[in-house]
């Protein structure tokens, strides 16, 4: 049974992560231990360390970040029969919804606490590949599937039009490759640099969204069925509701950022933690127990590019800087195991 747990602690607001031995943990029934062989940095994770943004001011200090891994379960609580001790799995956490359970789930360490309920079996699939995707792709589903109410892969027309603004990032990537396999023609905005790799994921179209056009060229290809702005920013959403002059609604990965006419709706919410909640826990079951599992085994979708640091958990109050001050393109993982 393991004796040490390593975390990268953070101590509280605008404080700096402190790497110590923090004790083993042992899983309540339902619950598994899993230890922790690869970590993504993600947006969320750098603003919340370097700005105290959005959870962190809700969190108990000292805290942990980080709410998805993946790796081997260690060890199984009471009453859990679908797992077994050995098996490789993605994981995500109850680290940012709930405070008490912050310091067992936040994933930033090496040992960590998960219910199994948002576990999923990843095969013979690489740590890092299977980390790569999940936090992304779950924010890029639950925004067009659970709360724009987009279909499952395979029903969708494919005469009808999706639009996915800022495609370039991950969250984006994965959205332009859900909605073509739920059926959609897709259109997206990207950086020129980008067009190649869009439309090998299944963009039809691509329009450089620094272009003074951009808003005029999209409102050509259009009607769309399902809006999402995988950016955010404000310019996306005061494009995305130019096209809609008579009202409607699209997605945002982040909150409304100007002040929109009445008549539109900004779909908003920490869509990547929408799993964690009760009344999403059909979705969950299809999210963890089919869809997430199909699509790492079988590798349907293309990954996002991936630089690994060195370090371990020593490495991530660096690299969540260089995060925050947008000087990544991709994502970069770290195994806390170093
Ligand atoms: N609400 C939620 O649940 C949720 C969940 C996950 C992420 N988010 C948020 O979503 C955003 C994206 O996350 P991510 O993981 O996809 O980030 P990412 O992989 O780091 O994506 C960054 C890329 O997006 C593109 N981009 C940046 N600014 C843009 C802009 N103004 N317009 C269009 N494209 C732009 C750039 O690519 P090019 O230079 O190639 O265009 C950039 O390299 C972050 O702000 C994150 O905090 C929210």
Redesign the pocket.
């Known amino acids: 049974m393991a004796t040490i747990n390593r975390a990268a602690v953070f101590p509280g607001p605008g404080e700096k992560l402190e790497v110590k031995d923090v004790g083993v943990n042992h899983p309540a029934p339902g619950e598994a231990l899993i230890r922790n062989h690869a970590v993504a940095l993600?947006?969320?994770d750098a603003?919340m360390l370097v700005a105290g943004y959005g959870p962190a001011a809700s969190l108990q200090y000292p805290a942990v970040l980080g709410t998805s891994g993946a790796g081997i379960i260690e060890e199984l609580g009471e009453g859990v029969s679908q797992f077994q001790v050995g098996d490789r799995v993605v994981f995500d956490t109850k680290a940012y919804v709930d405070s008490e359970k912050n310091a067992k789930q936040g994933t930033w360490q090496q040992l960590v606490i998960c219910e199994t309920s948002a576990i999923a079996k990843i095969g013979d699939v690489a740590f890092e590949q299977a980390v790569l995707v999940d936090?992304?792709l779950q924010?890029a589903v639950?925004?067009l599937h659970v709360f724009l109410g987009m279909e499952v892969p395979g029903s969708g027309e494919k005469k009808e039009k999706v639009l996915i603004?800022?495609a370039?990032?991950?969250?984006?990537s994965y959205a332009v490759q859900y909605a073509k396999h739920v059926g959609y023609t897709v259109v997206v905005?990207?950086?020129p640099?980008?067009i190649e790799r869009q439309k090998r994921l299944g963009a039809s179209q691509v329009i450089d969204?620094r272009s003074a056009d951009v808003v005029e060229d999209l409102r050509k290809s259009g009607p769309y069925k399902y809006m999402f702005t995988?950016?955010?920013?404000a310019?996306?959403q005061k494009a995305l509701s130019t096209l809609l002059p008579d009202g409607g609604r699209f997605a945002s990965?982040?909150p409304r950022g100007i002040e929109l006419p009445p008549y539109i709706e900004v779909v908003?919410?920490?869509?990547?933690?929408a799993a964690q909640k009760e009344e999403y826990s059909d979705w969950r079951k299809w999210w963890y127990q089919k869809y997430l599992p199909e699509v790492l085994v079988e590798g349907i979708l293309e990954p996002?590019k991936f630089t690994k640091i060195d370090g371990g958990l020593a490495a991530l109050q660096q690299a969540n800087q260089d995060?925050f001050d947008g000087k990544?393109?991709?994502?970069l993982l770290i195994n806390p195991q170093e």
């Open positions: 993600q947006p969320l603003k936090f992304p924010t639950a925004a603004w800022g370039g990032g991950a969250v984006g905005t990207a950086s640099r980008d969204y995988a950016s955010g920013d310019d996306s990965v982040l908003y919410t920490a869509f990547s933690q996002v995060v990544v393109r991709g994502k």
